[in-house]
Each structure stands twice: as C-alpha cells, then as structure tokens.
C-alpha cells in the first residue's frame, strides 16, 4: 500500500491530515533505514583485503540487515492495516448496553492487536541494533559514519514503537496484559539504548 509509493508520496501523505501512515508507519520506515545503512556498510567492507578475517562475518550480518529490512518494511503497511480495525471499533453504536459491550470488547481485541505492529518494530530494531554495534567494531572505517546514522534511526524506531504501544494500552482494560507489555516495552528500550549509545560511542572514537 505506501512502501511501494514514491518517497515524495509517502512524506506528502504522512504530512496530511490521513490517519494512516502515521508514527508506527514511520517507525518501521527508520528502523528499515537504518538496517538499509548497515547493510551499505556490509557491502563497503565485503571484498576489502583490509577486513578479509571478518568478510564471513560481515557476510552473516549483511543477510540479517536484509531479512530485518524487508521485515520492517511490510509493518509500514501492517501499521497501517491494524490501524483500520482500531478505527471501526470505536465507531461501532453503544446506545444499549448490550451494543456498549459489544464495543467494549471489539475495542480491547483490536487495540491489543494493534500493539503487535510496534512491539515487532521494537523487537525487530532490537536485533539490528546488535548487528549495528558489531558493524562499529569490525565495518570499514570509509562508512562508519554510516553506522553511527543507522544506530541512531534504529533506537528512534524502538522508541517510536514504544509510544505506539502506549497510546494502544491506554485504552485496554485488561490490566495484567497492559502490565506486562508495558514491562517487556521497557525491556527492549533499556537494551537497545544501552546498545545503541554504545555503537554512536564506538563511531565517535573512530572519526
């Protein structure tokens, strides 16, 4: 649906008053930018006579960056299908009581759906941002300022997930599952921060 659209199209959508795409959409679309730059750097240390002990390394992590990219790219369209569901149930009658839970219940099924989009963003941003760090310490020094952007997009993405997740659990009644997304969110933030800020780190020394 928008990530076969041109990049003027996409921007000029997200910029209007259209619900969809919106952050979740964006999110996915960094964390796809930045597995894209290590998948760049990859391909700029590959063939290096320089970085031949680690080329099968290198090797390895250029097909992760892929797998992640095409995987964050499709949650660009996802976010945006989830999102549909979202918005019929909160325009579903509630005149009786019966149409009042009957709204109720479709809410909490879809707003809990609709918080598997951005967890996936945050899980999949996750695992490149570890592939981002080691890409710092073994990638070719010509791009590492490339993985010092890709790191940086990729933590706005976990963070960018995370607020999707909380805009959605406000509106779940189900306390232990708010609960216990709300735990696993902080979970994935605090790591990927910590790898995040340890791969800019690593960058910054090397420039």
């Keep these: 649906m928008f990530i076969k659209s041109s990049l003027e199209d996409f921007v000029e959508v997200l910029s209007s008053k259209e619900p969809v795409p919106g952050g979740g959409g964006a999110a996915a679309l960094a964390g796809a930018l930045g597995n894209a730059l290590g998948g760049m750097v990859c391909n ?5 006579e320089k970085y031949k002990d680690v080329e099968p390394e290198v090797k390895d992590i250029l097909e992760k960056t892929r797998e992640l990219q095409r995987k964050l790219l499709l949650l660009v369209d996802e976010d945006a299908e989830v999102f549909k569901e979202v918005a019929a149930a909160y325009k579903l009658p509630k005149n009786t009581e019966e149409e009042k839970q009957k709204k109720k219940e479709a809410l909490n099924r879809a707003l809990k759906n609709a918080c598997q989009v951005p967890l996936k963003i945050m899980e999949y941003s996750l695992e490149a941002l ?7 310490e073994i990638g070719s020094k010509l791009a590492i300022s490339d993985v010092g952007v ?3 997009l990729l933590k706005a993405a976990v963070h960018g997930g995370k607020l999707n997740v909380l805009i959605n659990l406000g509106g779940i009644d189900d306390r232990e599952f708010v609960e216990n997304t709300g735990k696993y969110v902080e979970k994935i933030c605090k790591e990927a921060d ?7 780190d690593e960058v910054l020394k090397k420039l």
């Design 44 to 48: 700029l240390t590959i063939g290096k």
């Design 150 to 152: 890709g790191a940086l």
């Design 130 to 136: 570890k592939l981002q760090k080691r890409l710092a």
């Design 194 to 200: 910590a790898l995040a800020d340890e791969a800019y």
